[in-house]
Every structure is written in C-alpha cells, then in structure tokens.
C-alpha cells in the first residue's frame, strides 16, 4: 500500500514537472526520478496538473476581483491577467504545441512537410495568428462570463476547464499513434497505447473535479462546456488523424487549448438559458 502511494506521489510530481515550471527539483527532483515507463505511467496525472493549475488560476482571478475597484473595465484586467498567470505557470507550453500546429498543418498540405515544420523552433504567420486568436478568445470568454456570472460560478469554470481540458487529449494518445521524430519527440514515451489503469485513474481525476460543479454552482449549464469541449476533441482528431495519420506532441498541446477555450465558449453560450 505504502508502495503504491510513492508510485503515485511519484508519477504525478513527474507530471508536474513536465508540463509546468512549478519547480521540482535537487532531492526531490532525485526522489521523483525519470524513465520512460514513469513518464506512460505519469499520463494517468494529467489532469491532476490541471487540478493544480486551475485551482491556482480560480485563486488567481478570485484575488484580482477582491482587489481591484469594482468598475466593468476590472473584468477584463482579470480575465488577462488570469490567463497570464496560466501561461507563466505552464511557461506557454500548451501554446507552443497550438503555434507549431498551426505553421506545420497551415503551412503544407504535404505530411512530412508539415511534420517538419512542426520540428522549427521559429514561429510562423500561421503560429503567430494562432497564438493571438486563442488568447484574445480565452480572454474575451473569461471578461463575458464575469459579466454573465457570479466570481464563484467563473472561478468553477475556470477549474473545471484547466482539469477537463486535459483529461480529453489521453484519448488522442489512446487512439491514434505517435508520428514524426520519434527518437527526438519529448512526447515518444507517451507514444506506447495507455493502459486501462491510467486512463480510469485520469478520469477519477476529473470526475472528482467535476462531480461537486452542481454543487457548487448549482443551475448552471455545465453539460453545455463539457459537450463544447468533446466537439473540440472530435475536431483536433479528426484532424490529427486525417492530416499527420497520427498525433505529435505539439497536436496534444494545440487540443489542450482548443479543449479549454471551448469548454468557455460553450459556458457562455448556454449561461443565458439557465437564467432564462
């Protein structure tokens, strides 16, 4: 039993550590360790990060409003500066996989083209524009739903969205097999088929997230986020699968982000009929 508990400590500060700039590092870092294996078995924590940085962006956002004066403009301050906060605790790391994304599969119809370009660091137009719509997407769906909704039913979305988000990607790696530069690909490890166990101890994450969302903000259309972020999903896969044959580790990132922003923009879309 003890065992298994370090396992699981273990597995997910390795997730931490790879997909966030929360330090892990020095003993802790040696304790934690690496392999492979670690990093399959670290899949299962995904959206335990998320756990952590949407509790940390709802506080974030929480504290803004407390703090600033109680003026329309405040919301968008807010919305900003939360959605800055999340960029410097992950150290951009789901957008950079939005932005290679976007130059490889907007830059080349060809496959290994577009894998190619997706290995240059440098970003390109499509990058760029990317980069800019997905922010000034997060940011203005954040400021409207201040405006529509309560601090407290905003600071849920915000939490539920950051673990969710992260949850649906494992079914990318699930389905569909790793391409590109396998030898040199960060995400390699992950490339191997999920095994049952990760993938129920991930959806125990999330549905320990979003099992209280009634509770805690009751009346509220959450079903209508959820349903929007499983048609982004359906989207990046169908994409992924028709225009790589397969996934890379910037396709997690860019539906990481497209999973996020839809599960607002669906929010938003559905918060005026509970209040109808």
Known sequence: MIHHLLQFIR?????????????????????VGFSPAML???????????????????????GLLWALPEVPAASWVAAVLCTVFGVMLTGAFHEDGLADTADGLGGSLDRERALDIMKDSRVGTYGALAL?????LK????ATLLQLATTLVVAVAVFAAHVFSRFLPLFIIR????????????????????GNSSLWAAALWT????????????????????LGAVIA??????LLK?????????????????CEVAFYLGFVVALPLAHA
């Open 132 to 136: 800019v719509l997905i922010i000034l």
């Open 175 to 194: 389905s569909l097999p790793h391409v590109g530069d396998t030898q040199q690909s960060k995400s390699k490890p992950l490339a191997d088929q999920i």
């Open 242 to 258: 028709r225009r790589l044959a397969g996934f890379t580790g910037d396709g997690l990132g860019a539906t990481q982000q497209l």
């Open 11 to 31: 597995h997910y500060l390795l997730a931490v550590q790879f997909f966030t700039r929360i330090p892990v590092t020095g003993k802790l870092a040696e304790w």
């Open 40 to 62: 399959r078995a670290s899949a299962a924590h995904f959206p335990g990060v998320g756990w952590l940085l949407g509790t940390s962006s709802a506080g974030v956002l929480w």
């Open 233 to 238: 999903l359906g989207y990046m896969f169908r």
């Open 207 to 226: 549905g320990l997230a979003l099992g209280p969302l009634h509770m805690l903000a009751p009346g509220m259309p959450w079903w209508a986020g959820l």
């Open 139 to 142: 940011v203005g769906l954040l």
